[in-house]
């Protein structure tokens, strides 16, 4: 596998730098699935003393994206990936680290196929679920993904 947790923190200080200095950092990718970090501080929180949704929804987007990014780096073929919708559920305050992971890889391999024999777009939902130290849920954030190979 070619993508790693260092490549990818790297990708994110030249390419997403507010999710770098928000603190966001990948911690484990493997070809099931994508784990990364953020941990409430000053520059991530809300004025209700816990972390920013959008910082947690730029965590939980990027679990989700690094395992469309590694499917298409794996099929070696020229596919651009946009997200096309979003939806958000929050049921505790995120403080301390929250830990974002998402699990669907094999949902990413079958749209990435049917991608790739028929040329059509694809698109599928990811899910990644985001917790806190006590490994309590704070947030489910689905993120519909599109895919199309290009010509």
Known sequence: MGLTATKLNRFLFFKLPSAFICGVRVKEITTERCKATVKHRWINQNPFNSMYFAVQAMAAELTTG????????QSGKNVSMLVANNKSSF???????????????NLVREGM?????TGDGQTFWLKSIGYNQE?????????????????
Request: glycine share 2%; proline share 0%; with cysteine.
């Open 91 to 105: 049921s505790k305050k995120a403080t301390g680290t929250i830990t974002f992971i998402c699990e669907d890889a």
């Open 113 to 117: 196929k049917k991608a790739l024999e």
């Open 66 to 73: 690094v395992l469309v990014m590694n499917e298409i780096q």
């Open 135 to 151: 490994n309590i849920q704070v947030s489910e954030m689905h993120f519909e993904w599109t895919v199309k190979v290009k010509k």
